[in-house]
């Protein structure tokens, strides 16, 4: 996305001062001195930010402060301060693939999940995402990021979401809208399917998976998704979401999560040839002790205005910090202003680290180092700040008469600076920073949900799915999944884990024993560390759910996080943001 300015502008103007800036949606992204070498009709090439833009209409603002040298102010009105802007000034948009395109009549699988869901925020979507009763981890990520892509583009509209076995959907499914994944098979849930007349992409042969779309022969790698009316609710609706093979279901249900590849899908149903990309997070390797704000969650933050403003960041630590934790931050501000009397000051905690002079003329991207002393870090939360200090350039001949507008004030962080900790501290492992590390970079590719074995214990396992959804900001979700029975040596040591259900359903919990706050044994019964007593009182603990996060003792670079509780109905995940401890506990 780039626009394309001709301009030109007086000779004779004072280029110490004289300056040119343009604007997107009020957001400053390009701003220029005008010398008498940039005085001809030139052109200037912007790059406009895509996080920037509008989806309907978007604002180009291009602001001038032009004066005479020596002039002071009896140079207003004078007829050399004049710039144009030429007619040839054009606009260029980088579409994703598929668009601009005209809006398909419902049911309309390009615009899932909002031709799925009830239109009502004042609705709670009851949604049974349905997998063999004795599931693959393809079925099983297939569900996880159906979930996921159901809250991510649902416009936050309510969701309650169940996970539950083939044999048990048709009386999950009658309570409102329903998800089949998998394969196709036996058993009632494809009989009915089967019998649907209305299906656009019937099947046609249940032993081989053989679906036909017209005249068209599908190849047994390619996915299915179909979006049907319900064959167990009247009211409801159904999509279908298969393929003869494994990696048919996988592709399906990656093009439902991806923003690009479900813009290409049109009408109540698609055959899915390719397999969407599902990108690596592109920021620090996974490391608890190196990450960048993007790692975060954070984009790049621009603050406005002239004197003071500051923008801060959260993140966390476990255990003492030795000396040699850094951040590498990145920056830029404005060049309009007065160098003597401008400043940035990094602090940590309340704590002032660093203040450091302004320079008019180094306005492009900065790297500043700054120390973090062992003193001034905190075990748990962590709050860095950043503060603009913007004067502007309004002395000598001009001062007293020389207006610079508020607008043309800015400063702006880089969400690419970045933390470093020394070894013998980490970061993360606290749910003060989820999603972070699960969520790393907008993408998960680091991270496994781990489910219990059983497909009936699976029930809650869609509500982690979108919690993460909610910071992914990758094309593809792809949230990684398996059960604790499969989960490989390479995974629990490579990876960052969430582990969901009871001990007695999920055997990794059994396996991390003390080394959790808070255990749950096959009773439902709590128990909790002699330092810690966040159930004091509770005399009933299955009604408790609890949620913690440790360091994994399968790699000090990865964590952990537990959602469990004294009962299955406690073991839902509840959104953790803002706390600084690594527990958490509610009660029903």
Not at 324 to 335: E, Q, R
Not at 391 to 413: F, H, I, M, Q, R
Not at 506 to 535: F, S
Not at 548 to 573: C, D, E, K, M, Y
Request: charged share 20%.
């Amino acid at each position: 996305n780039t626009l394309t300015l001709v301009v030109s502008h007086g000779e004779i103007l004072d280029p110490a001062v004289s300056t040119a800036t343009a604007f997107l949606n009020d957001v400053p992204v390009h701003s220029w001195f005008l010398t008498p070498d940039t005085a001809r009709q030139r052109e200037i090439t912007i790059p406009l930010p895509a996080s920037r833009l509008k989806p309907n209409t978007n604002h180009i603002e291009i602001r001038y402060i032009m004066r005479l040298p020596r002039e002071g102010c009896s140079d207003l009105g004078h007829p050399s301060l004049t710039a144009t802007v030429y007619k040839q000034t054009r606009l260029r948009y980088q579409y994703l693939p598929g668009f601009p395109k005209s809006p398909a009549e419902e049911p309309d699988l390009g615009r899932f999940p909002l031709t799925f869901l009830n239109p009502s925020n004042g609705y709670t979507n009851n949604v049974a995402l349905g997998v063999p009763d004795n599931p693959s981890d393809s079925d099983l990520r297939a569900a996880m990021n159906v979930a996921g892509a159901l809250s991510r583009g649902g416009e936050n509209r309510p969701l309650n979401l169940r996970l539950v076995p083939w044999s048990g959907l048709p009386v999950a499914a009658a309570e409102g809208d329903s998800v089949v994944i998998g394969r196709p098979g036996a058993g009632p849930v494809w009989d009915a399917l089967s019998n649907l007349r209305s299906a656009p992409i019937p099947l046609t042969d249940r032993a081989t998976g053989q679906f036909r779309y017209g005249t068209q022969a599908i190849d047994r790698d390619d996915g299915i998704i179909e979006d049907v009316p319900s064959p167990w609710n009247p009211n409801g609706r159904t999509v279908v979401v298969s393929g003869a093979t494994d990696e048919a279901v996988t592709k399906a249900a990656l093009s439902l999560s991806g923003t690009t590849a479900r813009a290409n899908l049109v009408g109540a149903g698609a055959v899915v040839t390719a397999k969407p990309s599902s990108p690596s997070a592109t920021g620090t390797s996974g490391s608890l002790r190196d990450f960048t704000l993007t790692d975060l969650g954070y984009g790049d933050r621009m603050l406005k205005g002239w004197g003071l403003s500051n923008v801060s960041y959260v993140f966390t630590t476990t255990g003492v910090t030795p000396p040699g934790a850094k951040v590498n931050l990145l920056f830029s501000h404005t060049k309009v202003i007065n160098p003597g009397r401008s400043s940035l000051v990094v602090s940590l905690n309340g704590v002032p680290l660093l203040d450091t002079q302004l320079k008019a003329d180094i306005t492009d991207r900065q790297t500043l180092e700054v120390q973090l002393p062992p003193r001034t870090l905190r075990q748990g939360r962590n709050i860095l700040t950043i503060q603009f200090g913007l004067t502007p350039l309004n002395s000598g001949p001009y001062e007293g008469c020389y207006y610079v507008p508020p607008d043309l004030a800015w400063g702006e962080v880089f969400s690419e600076s970045s933390v470093h900790l020394p070894e013998g501290s980490t970061g993360g492992a606290t749910l003060g920073s989820f999603p972070f590390p699960f969520v790393r970079s907008g993408a998960v590719s680091d991270t496994l949900i781990v489910l219990p074995d059983a497909a009936g214990a699976m029930e809650y396992g869609p509500a982690i799915a979108v919690e993460l959804a909610k910071s992914i900001t990758a094309d593809v979700l792809d949230i990684g999944v398996t059960t604790a029975g499969r989960l490989t040596t390479e995974q629990r040591t490579t990876k960052h884990l969430i582990l969901i259900g009871q001990p007695q359903d999920n055997r990794l919990m059994g396996e991390l024993g003390d080394r959790l706050p808070i255990r749950v044994d096959n009773t439902g019964r709590v128990i909790r560390g002699a330092a810690l007593d966040p159930l004091a009182g509770v005399r009933d603990t299955t009604t408790v759910g609890v949620l913690q996060a440790i360091v994994s003792p399968f790699n000090p670079s990865r964590a952990i996080l537990v959602v469990t509780g004294g009962s299955p109905q406690t073991s839902p995940v509840r959104r953790p943001y803002g706390r600084a401890s690594n527990t958490a506990c509610w009660r029903l």
